[in-house]
């Protein structure tokens, strides 16, 4: 089996791969008749660049606009299974780098399917140039000034608050699987866009969550998923668990909740996101 040929194009690190691409090879056409996105974020963009149509599957990510709910899935869980997204025929596939695994893009190529790998930054400016990556590769550049509007008129409507409150994100799915989220994080460049100060600043990237260093935290703010916080049994029964009591958060009941991909996803959506986050740790 031939190596992977990449193609790296050095305006906004787009990647794509080919099954038929050589080095001297051009930017190629992208097919967008029917295309695969592996990535709740990439999905956003497509549908907001007027190509929700085409998209023909999505990974579990892949929550919003509503509708992509009722499309075929490319996985159950964070792992993508490269069988089911080929069943899905698709002209394209949409991933962002290091969330595919090197096994999974030699299947693609080897299915002669082409690959799009963009790079994600979790900044606004980052989120910005996510949505020229997709717009431009499709073909949808003229969206690209509409939807810059709509982060800056979003991000503009952002109140200032005095206080800068202390907020530990937990992520759960159950009381057993707990951890916190640390620095270079969706979620910690979250906290700080809307005027907190991350709790678990003294890590890096999740973490297992622990009685002792909530204590030591003392959040004045714990934030979850939606869904995170309904695997505990919701507020009543987060209070319960040993520690968060003892906690600021808990002793005034500032336990905050958002949408996962609207909270972490730098999605178009990104301005609005940081204006409710603020809005609920700062009541």
Known sequence: MNPLKRIQFCLYGIILIYASCTPEAKKPAINSERI????????????????????VG?????????????????????????????????????????GMKPEVEQQFYSAGIPLVILKKDYSIQGT?????????????????????KQVDDDMASVKNYDTKP?????????????????KKTALDKMIELAGGINAASEIE????????????????????????????????GLLKMPGI?????GKNKKIVTMDGQLLAGFTPRVGKAVARLSELIHQ
Do not use: C
């Not at 999740?206 to 979850?224: G, M």
């Open 36 to 55: 695969v996105s592996l990535d709740g974020s990439l999905t956003e963009i497509i549908a907001e660049i007027g190509l929700e149509k085409n998209i």
């Open 58 to 98: 999505v990974d579990v990510t892949s929550t919003y606009p509503a509708s992509v709910n009722a499309l075929p899935k490319a996985s159950h869980t964070r792992t993508v299974n490269p069988e089911a997204v080929i069943a899905m025929k698709p002209s394209v596939i949409f991933a962002l780098e290091k």
């Open 128 to 148: 910005k140039d996510l949505i020229k990556q997709v717009a431009d590769t499709l073909g949808k550049g003229d969206r690209v000034d509409a939807l810059w």
């Open 166 to 182: 202390k907020v530990l994100f937990v992520y759960a799915r159950g009381v057993g699987a707990m951890s916190v989220a640390g």
């Open 205 to 236: 990237d999740f973490k297992p969550f622990t009685q002792e260093a909530l204590v030591e935290e003392n959040p004045d703010v714990i934030l979850f998923f939606d869904s995170g916080l309904e695997s505990l049994g919701g507020i009543d």
């Open 245 to 249: 009591a003892a906690t600021s958060a």
